[in-house]
């Protein structure tokens, strides 16, 4: 059987089994397992357990399941409730306010988690009921959350990051610091997105009537919601990008410093701590199993030659160094469509990087782009994670009378339309000017 048939099978194969909604380890595994058992034998199996306990061996990992503890504490600890409280004491008078503040929010949220479904879960039970009782439009509320909620991704510590950097064979720590300024770009773009139609459209986002509006001593003493936060973000990530820890033992003292937090704030518990324990044993178990199943796959998929096949039809494409990244660039935005961002990652990652890398290009500099790209596929349909997460939260809050008006589907499409255009609009300009993401990195380690 030639190379091109297979690789076609395997990859039809896979597709068609994710629309019966099977989970994707279990398609991953089965059709990568599936073509080297009939196709080889029983001695294959051998690849996918020396592929998947070479990658359980990398110390790397641990820093996974400490991060998204870390988020599920300070989420659990209210600390998102008082940041909102003194945002909206903040920003509540100015149109548009209580939007660009959740993506504010969004920011702070995922320097502490690492993952994108915490902030915007957090955000969709706390910020989408104050929007919309104070006349909000709905499509703009809930865009905000999303688009917010996605910078989990790209702004450090993120968990993508830390396994394309196992993958890439790069520094955590370069990428980590990679990601800062074009996280913190993408939160400009939707801010001033946010304020201008708001300003020339005030009833997509009115300002706080002058009643509700706060004092400036109820302002001042609101600020405090935001110690805690800032101290742990600057020893996590300082710590990083002054060289005095890894990003693993970083994590772990981010999961102490999150222990603190809550505990300074009267709200640790063991209830807290078990569910805390439990949110993570659950989104941890998730991408082991994906990143197994995807790493049995794509050790499969590169034996039987379809790796270098791929690398060489890119080659024989004739479009240049730039053609070839916006073609890869395209590929990551269709298969974000319908897959995991794990799964993508240990799919191509392992075809891509080499292409790259000898087409001149920085490999930091690469898995930036592609962190942006996943923040795009969590908002693109038919399967974009935050889409789903916030048609839950909206189903959950209307059914128990929490939001008086009842938020469609379709409403939660057309509301991430704007957003994903300024991610494209972000991405192109990371392109275009790579120091955005590498200055940084350069600057504080080097090279």
């Known amino acids: 059987m030639s190379v091109g048939l297979i690789t076609a099978l395997m990859v039809g194969t896979a597709l068609a089994l994710l629309v019966t909604g099977l989970p994707l380890a279990f398609i991953l595994g089965a059709v990568g397992m599936g073509f080297a058992l009939f196709l080889v034998g029983p001695q294959t199996l051998s690849m996918a357990v020396y592929s998947t306990w070479g990658l359980m061996n990398y110390f790397i990992f641990i820093a996974v399941p400490a991060f998204i503890f870390m988020g599920c504490i300070l989420e659990r600890a209210g600390i998102a409730d008082d940041l909102f409280e003194m945002i909206h004491r903040w920003m509540g008078p100015v149109r548009g306010g209580l939007a660009m503040g959740v993506v504010l929010i969004c920011v702070v949220f995922a320097a502490m988690s690492g993952v994108s479904g915490a902030a915007t879960v957090t955000m969709g039970v706390i910020a989408l009921p104050a929007m919309i009782k104070r006349g909000y439009d709905k499509v703009m509320a809930t865009g905000s959350i999303q688009a917010g909620g996605a910078l989990g991704f790209l702004i450090p510590p993120s968990v ?224 974009g994670y935050n889409l789903f997460y916030m048609k839950g939260i909206v189903a959950d809050l209307f059914s128990t009378r929490t939001i008086s008006k009842e938020i469609s589907m379709g409403d939660i499409y057309r509301s991430i339309i704007p957003f994903i255009a300024l991610q494209a609009l972000g991405l192109a300009l990371v392109m275009i000017f790579p120091q955005i993401a590498l200055w940084l990195p350069s600057k504080l380690f080097g090279g």
């Open 160 to 383: 993508v990051m830390i396994i394309y950097g196992m993958i890439a064979k790069v520094s955590i720590g370069k990428l980590f610091m990679a990601g800062i300024f074009p996280g913190l770009l993408l939160a400009i773009l939707f801010i001033v997105y946010i304020g201008i139609r708001c300003f020339f459209q005030p009833r997509v986002g009115p300002a706080l009537p002058p009643e509700e509006r706060a004092t400036m001593r109820e302002k001042l003493i609101s600020t405090r919601a935001a110690i805690l936060p800032i101290i742990l973000i600057v020893v996590v990530l300082g710590t990083i990008a002054l060289g005095i820890c890894s990003p693993t033992e970083a994590a772990a003292i981010g999961a102490i410093g999150a222990l603190v937090c809550a505990a300074v704030r009267r709200r640790l518990s063991f209830t807290v701590v078990k569910d805390a324990l439990y949110r993570t044993f659950r989104v941890n178990g998730m991408v082991v199993w994906v990143a197994l199943a995807s790493i049995s796959f794509s050790t499969v998929f590169d034996y039987f030659g379809a790796t270098k096949l791929i690398e060489t039809l890119l080659g024989s494409l004739a479009l240049g160094p730039w053609g070839i990244l916006i073609l890869i660039q395209l590929s990551f935005f269709l298969l974000g469509c319908f897959l995991d961002d794990t799964a993508i990652l240990f799919i191509c990652m392992p075809i891509y990087i080499p292409i790259i890398v000898h087409q001149g290009f920085d490999p930091i500099w690469f898995g930036v782009l592609y962190v942006i790209n996943m923040q795009m596929a969590y908002l693109t349909p038919p399967f």
